[in-house]
C-alpha cells in the first residue's frame, strides 16, 4: 500500500508559478504510474498530467499542456507539478494518484490518492 501526501498549493496572482509535490511512502514506488487530478468547485474531478514509472514518458491534458511539467524523482519517492503561467481557471484541489499498474493517463484506474491540496489563482 502507498500513500501520498500533497503540499505547495497556494493564493497567486495570475502568470504567477507554483510548484507542487506529491511524497509517497512504500518500498514500491517506481512501480506506479503516477499523475495529477484536479478538481474545481462545482466541477467533476478531471486528469491534469501523468508521468511513467521511469519518468521518461508523461502525458498532458491540453488545458495545461505547455504551462504545467510533471516529473519524479524515484530516489525521493516524490512526484512534482510544476505549474507555470497560472490562469484562474486552474483554481482547484489538486490530488496526487498512483496506479499499480503503471498506467499515468487519464484512463488510469488509480488506486491511491492523496488528501489533496488547494490551488487558488486571482485575476
Known amino acids: 500500500q502507498v500513500q501520498l501526501v500533497e503540499s505547495g498549493g497556494g493564493l497567486v496572482q495570475a502568470g504567477a508559478s507554483l510548484r507542487l509535490s506529491c511524497a509517497t511512502s512504500?518500498?514500491?514506488?517506481?512501480?506506479?504510474?503516477m499523475a495529477w487530478f484536479r478538481q474545481a468547485p462545482g466541477k467533476e474531478r478531471e486528469f491534469a498530467a501523468g508521468v511513467s514509472r521511469s519518468g521518461l514518458s508523461t502525458y498532458y491534458a491540453d488545458s495545461v499542456k505547455g504551462r504545467f511539467t510533471i516529473s519524479r524523482d524515484n530516489a525521493k519517492n516524490t512526484v512534482y507539478l510544476q505549474m507555470n503561467s497560472l490562469k484562474p481557471e486552474d483554481t482547484a484541489v489538486y490530488y496526487c494518484a498512483a496506479d499499480p499498474r503503471g498506467a499515468y493517463t487519464p484512463t488510469m484506474t488509480s488506486t491511491y490518492w492523496g488528501q489533496g491540496t488547494q490551488v487558488t489563482v486571482s485575476s
Open positions: 512504500g518500498r514500491s514506488f517506481s512501480y506506479y504510474g
